[in-house]
């Protein structure tokens, strides 16, 4: 069988990643500074190598520009501007991505000589349509959250109080997980999947400056069930 190859130019794709984790209670953005755009932050990111899928280039960049594997990954949207990039045509495949909130060491790695979390209340000026990209995923994650509440525990790597699952949540915002609500938040735990619950008890509890308080695991077979 011959080998087909295209007559027709075609552009490079790249994939760009929102990767977002909660840093001082606040829904943050993992940026990046590259060696050929010395003065702005961008999107981790890169392009799709030769017999690579787009999954798995996302995980690789991710990997190689800011030394971080993340358990949870999703592909969003498109971005085919020509004009988006200035050297030449690069087609943009977006995925959302989540960190567990908590210590986390990220190093600069690859072409990338500066890494830092930024809220994505107070985003700065990125390079590319990278702002779009951002502010496209964030909008993304919001309507998710609501439609798939097992994301918030993505944050989360080892177990979590009730006050830490709504603060999670409460970062997203809207009214219905703000912490005035805390009572309406616990019954909706509560009554999720026809009265199984979200979330089910451990027997640990975390110190802090009151009591103690249980921590709390996702409840998987109520989740099974209710996708």
């Known amino acids: 069988m011959a080998f087909f190859e295209s007559n027709y130019w075609h552009p490079s794709v790249a994939t760009d990643i929102v990767l977002l984790s909660l840093r001082e209670?606040?829904?943050s953005v993992l940026l990046v500074k590259r060696l050929d755009h010395e003065n702005g932050w961008a999107l981790p990111g890169g392009f799709l190598?030769?017999?690579e899928d787009l999954d798995r280039c996302a995980q690789r960049e991710l990997n190689e520009e800011t030394g971080i594997q993340v358990p949870y990954m999703s592909h969003f949207a498109n971005y085919s501007d020509p004009n988006r990039d200035s050297r030449h045509q690069v087609i943009s495949v977006a995925y959302l991505a989540v960190h567990p909130s908590g210590k986390l060491r990220i190093r600069a790695n690859s072409d990338v000589f500066d890494v830092?979390?930024?809220?994505v209340e107070s985003l700065p000026e990125l390079c590319f349509d990278h702002n779009k990209i951002c502010?496209?995923?964030?909008?993304y994650s919001r309507l998710l959250i609501e439609r798939k509440p097992s994301l918030a525990f993505?944050?989360?790597k080892d177990g979590?109080?009730?006050t830490e699952l709504q603060q999670t949540f409460a970062s997203f915002g809207g009214q219905k997980f703000s912490p005035e609500n805390k009572r309406n938040f616990r019954l909706w735990l509560k009554n999720y999947s026809d009265g199984k619950g979200l979330v089910k008890e451990t027997e640990k509890f975390r110190e802090g400056n009151h009591r103690p308080a249980r921590v709390y695991e996702p409840n998987l077979e109520a989740l099974v069930e209710h996708n």
């Open 160 to 162: 979590f109080t009730l």
């Open 49 to 51: 190598e030769k017999g």
């Open 154 to 156: 993505a944050f989360h």
């Open 116 to 119: 830092n979390w930024f809220s």
């Open 135 to 139: 502010g496209d995923g964030i909008k």
């Open 25 to 27: 209670k606040k829904l």
